[in-house]
């Protein structure tokens, strides 16, 4: 989790809805995957702000030919990040792209570090108990629905083969059928 938080392209969000139906089925303690995922995410984003406060922005805002425009990118950036830093870093948790970008981002345009971390905190714990709570609740009707989709999946089975075999005897004698010379 915290590798995927920091930026790495590592499935974290994965891990945590098997680690909740791990939990469902008995194999885990579902407080203990709330505590490591919530750890990972907010150890994982504290890395990814430091990287785009001490790296990124400069990165960014290099010489070259867009040199200038991207400053003025971060530049807008960081007052975005002063309006809307705190709701960006917390429901950001909750959305893909965002998850990594706005750690980096909130970083590269010097957000308050307090800041940062109280929102990424609530935000961390928060993802972590819903993400690994709907896996938690499919760990925990794995059996029934698995039963119920074994059933669903032997009854289309079946019922292809019955198509089949039908669709084949009509095919028989409508041909049959057509072959046979009608009488005047």
Known sequence: MAGESAGLPIPGETSILIGGALAGSGELELPLVWVIAAAGAIIGDNIGYLFGRHFLRRVITGSGRFAHRMERSV??????????????????????????????????????????????????????????????????????????????????????????????RLGRSGSAEELEPRGP
């Open 75 to 168: 530049e807008r950036s960081e007052v975005y990040f002063r309006r809307h830093g705190g709701k960006t870093v917390f429901f950001g948790r909750w959305l893909p792209v965002l998850r990594v970008t706005a750690a980096w981002m909130a970083g590269a345009s010097h957000m308050e570090w307090r800041r940062f971390a109280v929102f990424n905190a609530l935000g961390g714990i928060g993802w972590a108990i819903t993400i690994s709570s709907l896996g938690y609740v499919a760990g925990k009707s794995a059996d029934s629905v698995v039963g119920v989709l074994g059933i669903l999946a032997l009854m289309i089975v079946l019922l292809a083969v019955f198509s089949h075999w039908w669709l084949r």
